[in-house]
């Protein structure tokens, strides 16, 4: 005989009186609510049709299956959390390789461990920088300055991204990688010197989300026209990355 509908209704109130989901009600019975639940059952059977002794203990067992299942589900996920801080707490001070939360590919030392979410997240701080890039480009011999400049309440403010020395050399440095870029609130707008000596800024390009880390400057110096008047004032601020122990690639032994 399935379960009947008043020792579903039962069972119902008391999972709102226990605020608990299902599993753990049923599974948390105490002796006087097991008795209400199994008078229930017997005083709303069919006459016609009654319980068995044999029915009536499998119905027990069954519930008290499934909270003991729900119970050991959360010893074993408490294991694997404690598991993994001690993994994330080792990997402090160590560098590696990893993808970030924001999908940025990064290389960089942990410097802390927290909990979000009941998940343990690695924090990497990366300064930024300049590299040659493997991209196609029209960057021609010379050195070469780069600036990011973003607005703000106060007006706009710039970070120094770093200089590089290039060959022009075609499949070497005909392109420029700038990484761990600043994140900011809106728009950044990337700026170079053509190499010359000058000092002079110009407009290489615009980053249209305030959080991507990286661009890739292409631009001859011909290329460049949109001069920055007034260098504003600058400031310094590393990237601040989050990474899953689920998202680490290598881990490097210093």
């Given at each position: 005989?399935?379960?009947?509908?008043?020792?579903?209704?039962?069972?119902?109130?008391?999972?709102?009186?226990?605020?608990?989901?299902?599993?753990?009600?049923?599974?948390?019975?105490?002796?006087?609510?097991?008795?209400?639940?199994?008078?229930?059952?017997?005083?709303?059977?069919?006459?016609?049709?009654?319980?068995?002794?044999?029915?009536?203990?499998?119905?027990?067992?069954?519930?008290?299956?499934?909270?003991?299942?729900?119970?050991?589900?959360?010893?074993?996920?408490?294991?694997?959390?404690?598991?993994?801080?001690?993994?994330?707490?080792?990997?402090?001070?160590?560098?590696?390789?990893a993808l970030s939360d924001d999908n940025q590919r990064i290389n960089g030392d942990v410097l802390?461990?927290?909990?979000?979410?009941?998940?343990?997240?690695?924090?990497?701080?990366?300064?930024?920088?300049?590299?040659?890039?493997?991209?196609?480009?029209?960057?021609?011999?010379?050195?070469?300055?780069?600036?990011?400049?973003?607005?703000?309440?106060?007006?706009?403010?710039?970070?120094?991204?770093?200089?590089?020395?290039?060959?022009?050399?075609?499949?070497?440095?005909?392109?420029?990688?700038?990484?761990?870029?600043?994140?900011?609130?809106?728009?950044?707008?990337?700026?170079?010197?053509?190499?010359?000596?000058?000092?002079?800024?110009?407009?290489?390009?615009?980053?249209?989300?305030?959080?991507?880390?990286?661009?890739?400057?292409?631009?001859?110096?011909?290329?460049?026209?949109?001069?920055?008047?007034?260098?504003?004032?600058?400031?310094?601020?590393?990237?601040?990355?989050t990474v899953k122990l689920s998202n680490l690639s290598e881990v490097y032994t210093k």
């Open positions: 005989m399935s379960q009947i509908p008043a020792l579903q209704d039962r069972i119902a109130s008391q999972q709102s009186k226990s605020g608990a989901g299902a599993a753990n009600a049923i599974g948390n019975l105490n002796l006087d609510a097991f008795f209400d639940l199994m008078i229930a059952e017997l005083q709303n059977q069919d006459p016609l049709n009654p319980l068995e002794n044999d029915q009536l203990l499998a119905q027990i067992n069954q519930i008290r299956q499934v909270g003991a299942t729900d119970k050991l589900t959360e010893t074993l996920d408490s294991v694997l959390l404690g598991q993994n801080i001690t993994s994330a707490t080792g990997l402090i001070g160590k560098q590696v390789e802390r461990v927290s909990i979000e979410d009941g998940e343990p997240k690695l924090h990497i701080e990366l300064p930024s920088s300049v590299a040659p890039s493997t991209a196609d480009g029209e960057v021609g011999a010379g050195e070469y300055e780069y600036l990011a400049v973003w607005d703000t309440d106060r007006g706009p403010i710039g970070q120094k991204i770093g200089t590089l020395r290039t060959t022009g050399q075609s499949g070497t440095d005909t392109a420029v990688d700038l990484r761990n870029l600043p994140a900011t609130d809106g728009p950044k707008r990337i700026y170079r010197t053509k190499g010359d000596g000058s000092g002079q800024f110009y407009l290489a390009g615009q980053i249209p989300d305030g959080s991507q880390a990286s661009f890739t400057d292409r631009s001859s110096n011909d290329g460049l026209s949109t001069a920055l008047g007034v260098v504003p004032p600058l400031v310094t601020q590393s990237r601040q990355y």
